[in-house]
């Protein structure tokens, strides 16, 4: 897909999701979830499950060593802790995307000082309560719209790279996804002041056999031969 046009005929869902606020839905296989960031956005923690077990869910380690890179973007994929792949990178007009950064928390919240400042970690523990799901269920997640730095030593720091008004990354569910967003700044942004972003879930054209995601390398081969064996 290269048009960002989405027909509203293809729209199954459209909301608009406050700064500081979470968000759930399942996400089934086929159908494209798209992530916009109207007013531009400095992060948002993403984590996901495949909603038939959700024993089964995102993997960031895996998801940045099989492909060799720790930030991600069009044509990579998010792989599971089995070895399947749980969404499909189809379109990214932002580019910054880090699997390094982790959630914010009360913690990482304290150097804005006093206030009502949501963070991601309790965010997704009211998210997965709702879905009989719970602390140990929140694992190392996605942050969007973020790119921070690595320094020779390992210390994260802030890059300041962050999505513009109007960026959207699409992606297409390989399986039944269950995910959850929390619209709160990276842990490592200096300023407090999450934007509202919108998640539109849409009826996705299907992958052809020269898909980009799908044709990759051989390790998107053989993840989506496992994934696709799950439904054959």
């Known amino acids: ?104 928390n009360l913690t990482t919240n304290a150097k804005y000082g006093e206030g009502d400042y949501k963070n991601s970690r309790d965010n997704f523990l009211l998210a997965l309560t709702k879905r009989n799901l719970g602390k140990r269920d929140i694992t190392p997640n996605l942050n969007l719209f973020t790119r921070i730095a690595v320094e020779p030593d390992g210390n994260l720091v802030w890059a300041g790279k962050t999505a513009q008004p109007g960026d959207f990354i699409d992606l297409r569910a390989e399986m039944n996804v269950l995910v959850v967003l929390s619209n709160c700044p990276h ?25 980009l995601c799908r044709t990759a390398n051989p390790e998107a081969q053989r993840g989506f031969q496992n994934t696709d064996a799950a439904f054959a």
């Open 187 to 211: 842990p490592l942004d200096p300023a407090y002041n999450p934007k509202p972003i919108r998640a539109i879930v849409w009826n996705s054209p299907a992958s052809t056999t020269d898909d």
């Open 1 to 104: 897909m290269t048009d960002s046009t989405i027909e509203a005929k293809q729209i199954s869902y459209d909301e608009t999701i406050p700064g500081g606020a979470y968000w759930s839905r399942i996400i089934r296989r086929g159908d494209t979830l798209r992530i916009i960031a109207p007013e531009g956005s400095s992060g948002v923690a993403l984590l996901c499950y495949n909603a038939d077990n959700t024993i089964e869910r995102y993997n960031a380690a895996d998801t940045a060593k099989i492909q060799f890179n720790a930030f991600l973007k069009k044509g990579m994929v998010l792989y599971s802790d089995m070895g399947r792949v749980l969404f499909s990178i189809v379109e990214d007009i932002c580019g910054y995307h880090d699997t390094l950064g982790g959630c914010s």
